[in-house]
């Protein structure tokens, strides 16, 4: 089983990425689930999203202490959250940042990846919920493209699904190099 945790802040997409990435994950014949954990938050509160999949079926319906992967939407979190706590020791922290992992407050196995400008450059706004699971599908190679793109299409329609597609390939692109 592959877990996934996903920090963002509210109003910016963590619920809707991990959605995405759980049917995108049914497409290419995994089970998955994807859940949020939020209270009263508002809009700009810290919130986390998880993701559970694998190829049997999922029992477990817990909150994730141990994730093998989480995904960073807002830099900013790094100084208030402690985005890698429980993480397995092979795991991966993938971080939205035009930083180097070294210059970022935080441990581990760490991956910076500038999805606010793809965002900025194919969407027009700083919303980078579909461009950093296309790097997370790129540097894990759990997912393909095809079924994210599937799974935007599905959540998505018009203009906006057509350029969530067009700053996944982007992003997918891209990262297939960052983490080798």
């Known amino acids: 089983m592959k877990e996934i945790v996903i920090h963002g802040r509210g109003g910016q997409g963590s619920v809707t990425a991990a959605e995405i990435l759980a049917k995108a994950a049914f497409e290419d014949c995994w089970f998955s689930q994807a859940f949020p954990s939020f209270g009263v938050e508002r809009r700009g509160a810290p919130v986390m999203a998880f993701v559970r999949i694998d190829k049997k079926k999922i029992r477990i319906r817990s909150q994730i202490y141990n994730p093998d992967y989480v995904i960073v939407q807002d830099p900013t979190l790094l100084a208030t ?4 706590k429980g993480i397995k020791q092979d795991g991966l922290i993938i971080v939205n940042s035009a930083l180097s992992p070294d210059e970022l407050p935080v441990d581990g196995n760490v991956v910076t990846f500038d999805a606010t400008r793809i965002a900025l450059d194919i ?16 540097i894990t190679k759990l997912l393909s493209l095809e079924s994210l793109k599937k799974s935007i299409s599905h959540r998505f329609s018009g203009k906006i699904a057509e350029l969530n597609v067009k700053a996944v390939e982007k992003a997918y692109e891209i990262a297939g190099g960052v983490h080798e």
């Not at 959250?81 to 890698?84: A, H, I, Q």
């Not at 969407?123 to 790129?138: E, L, M, Q």
């Open 81 to 84: 959250e402690d985005v890698g």
């Open 123 to 138: 969407i027009g706004k700083p919303i980078v919920n579909t461009v950093i699971i296309g790097a997370f599908a790129s």
